[in-house]
């Protein structure tokens, strides 16, 4: 079994913002794939489904992004999950805007949500898929940058990226992040 978060906020005014790509992957990745109907547990909402041969929970927090891990914690200690069978879907400044990377543990790099759920985890062994959604170029534009909608010319691009991730998704959940990359990069290489 795998935890798969989703980072974003609650608020229906928050849904398209670049901070919320997390709870659209999700959703995504739940639609594609039939998931049961999200539900309300663990101060979120969570879908569960099967890819890649794997039962996957579907969380999204519905406790602010800097409190992401309230809502972590409780999902993995009720299912015994080791931090290892967790990946937080997130936005990453730090990445072209709509690439993906995968990786194993690290750092927060000043994500709110990843420092709440190293926090309430104890841990930074989860593995992390990393939307990109572009630098603002200076860092007094970050927060408004990050709490912006995607804008209208980003609309196909963003559909793009959220489009591939529900078709790689199996090949995330069957432990093969290097295909997934690799084929993540294949149908979204008209992305910007």
């Not at 039939?34 to 969570?46: E, H, M, T, Y």
């Not at 800097?66 to 936005?91: C, M, R, W």
């Not at 930074?124 to 007094?140: A, N, S």
């Not at 790689?168 to 069957?174: D, M, S």
Request: proline residues 4%; hydrophobic residues 45%; positive net charge.
């Amino acid at each position: 079994m795998l935890l798969w978060v989703g980072l974003g906020n609650p608020e229906p005014g928050m849904a398209k913002q670049r901070h919320n790509i997390g709870f659209m992957a999700l959703d995504a990745i739940a639609h594609r794939h039939g998931f049961s109907p999200w539900r309300q547990r663990f101060k979120g909402l969570v879908a569960e489904g099967n890819l890649g041969g794997e039962r996957i929970v579907a969380l999204k927090p519905l406790t602010y992004m800097n409190l992401s891990g309230e809502s972590v914690q409780p999902a993995a200690a009720f299912y015994k999950l080791p931090t290892e069978a967790i990946t937080a879907f997130h936005d990453e400044l730090d990445l072209v805007a709509f690439k993906v990377r995968v990786k194993k543990g690290g750092g927060a790099a000043g994500h709110n949500g990843l420092r709440s759920m190293d926090k309430m985890l104890g841990s930074q062994d989860y593995w992390r898929v990393r939307l990109g959604i572009g630098h603002p170029g200076h860092k007094d534009r970050v927060h408004g940058h990050v709490l912006s909608d995607f804008a209208k010319a980003e609309q196909a691009d963003l559909n793009s990226l959220l489009d591939a991730l529900a078709d790689c998704a199996p090949l995330l959940a069957a432990g093969k992040a290097e295909d997934f990359m690799t084929r993540m990069a294949l149908l979204t290489q008209d992305a910007r």
